[in-house]
């Protein structure tokens, strides 16, 4: 069905009260505000039953205003801007009124008296009955038209309805199409924001875990450092107790050297005495010192490889190939890893004793 728009002379200041009418549009319900009227915190109005709708669609668990059951509140996002309109307890009742708003309406439909689009449907006219106005809907074409096409016209064997009846009805599902399209929109907003707290979360255990892997390897390290310390110490005991008595043999040795070398001195001027008389008066002292010096029985030397150290080697390989296999272990937490290796260590230290007690009992049958 084809039609034209026509216009008749209108006011002087049309354009202008055009423009304060599409200023005075409900986002929602595409209509004017309907008192009361809302004003959201990002400053966007709506009729406070379109925000009761969107925020029910929102909060499908939400008390409603009459049930004796006490709410926490809930949210929703505006529709013009998406800004995220916290409520209390209250819902929409407790958003603040806005009365200029309220009272620019009563002003505007006291300066017009014809309602929301009333200039737009006085002049839509039928294209083949110039003079029929468009004023029902043909339910079979999906289309508006004028009563002549329905009597006489393309319409004549179709189903049609009151044009305002229609207007209504697709309104009313548009309108239903957008809250649950913001409704919608909160929801994948709801999910996003979930997705951001996991992220929050990932970033918050792994940092935590890193710090307990750190503290675990820090740990190992210092178990490995007091070990190394432990065993230098034997070492090191090692080495002086091996040097006390090989130093201890040099001197027993030296003074031997010594009292001997002074000994021989002695004998050797006692030989150039020229007079016989006066060496046969020492030459007796003389031999029975050399004698028993040369009898003397000195300390034993250190047995052949006393030097060696090589009892002190240690052997890491099986142990460096251990630390090689330490990985994660999926499911298990830090404190559950410390009890296991608690119990670990206790069925350590009772497994020699279990086996002392079966070799002893073994004996005994014996």
């Known amino acids: 069905m084809n039609f034209t728009v026509g216009f008749k002379p209108l006011l ?8 304060l009418e599409k200023q005075l549009i409900c986002p929602i319900c ?15 109005n709506l009729c406070r039953k379109c925000a009761n709708d969107v925020f029910q669609a929102s909060n499908p668990l939400w008390q409603s205003r009459s049930s004796t059951t006490v709410s926490s509140g809930g949210r929703f996002r505006c529709p013009s ?114 997705m951001e707290e996991v992220c929050q ?27 190394k310390g432990e065993l230098l110490q034997a070492l090191a005991r090692e080495q002086e107790e091996k040097l006390q008595r090989v130093r201890g043999l040099i001197r027993q040795y030296g003074d031997h050297l010594e009292a001997s070398s002074k ?47 090589d009892q002190f080697t240690v052997s890491v390989e099986h142990v460096a190939e251990m630390l090689r296999t330490i990985d994660f272990q999926p499911g298990t937490s830090g404190e559950e890893e410390d009890e296991e290796v608690a119990v670990e260590g206790e069925e350590g230290n009772a497994g020699p004793e279990e086996e002392r007690t079966d070799g002893r009992e073994s004996t005994g049958q014996h």
């Open 12 to 19: 002087g200041d049309a354009h202008s009260m055009d423009n």
């Open 30 to 44: 595409l209509e004017m505000f309907s008192k009361p009227v809302v004003i959201l915190p990002c400053q966007h």
């Open 81 to 194: 801007c998406r800004h995220e309109v916290v409520l209390d307890r209250h819902g929409v009742y407790g958003l603040q009124r806005n009365l200029l708003v309220e009272n620019i309406i009563d002003i505007y439909k006291q300066e017009s008296s014809r309602p929301l689009h009333s200039k737009a449907e006085q002049h839509l006219m039928c294209e083949e009955h110039e003079d029929e106005k468009i004023n029902i809907y043909c339910l079979s074409c999906e289309v508006p038209t004028c009563s002549l096409c329905k009597v006489f016209g393309a319409h004549k064997d179709c189903e049609v309805a009151p044009l305002p009846t229609i207007y209504k009805r697709q309104k009313s599902e548009l309108s239903d199409g957008i809250a649950m399209l913001v409704a919608g929109n909160d929801r994948v907003q709801a999910v996003i924001t979930q």
């Open 201 to 227: 979360t990932i970033e918050e255990n792994s940092r935590r875990q890193k710090q307990l892997l750190n503290q675990r390897f820090e740990g190992l390290c210092a178990v490995l450092e007091e070990r």
């Open 263 to 309: 000994l021989v001195e002695s004998a050797i001027q006692s030989m150039e005495e020229p007079q016989m008389a006066l060496y046969l008066q020492q030459a007796k002292e003389l031999i029975n010192k050399v004698g028993t010096m040369s009898k003397v029985e000195l300390a034993g030397r250190p047995e052949p490889g006393y030097e060696r150290m």
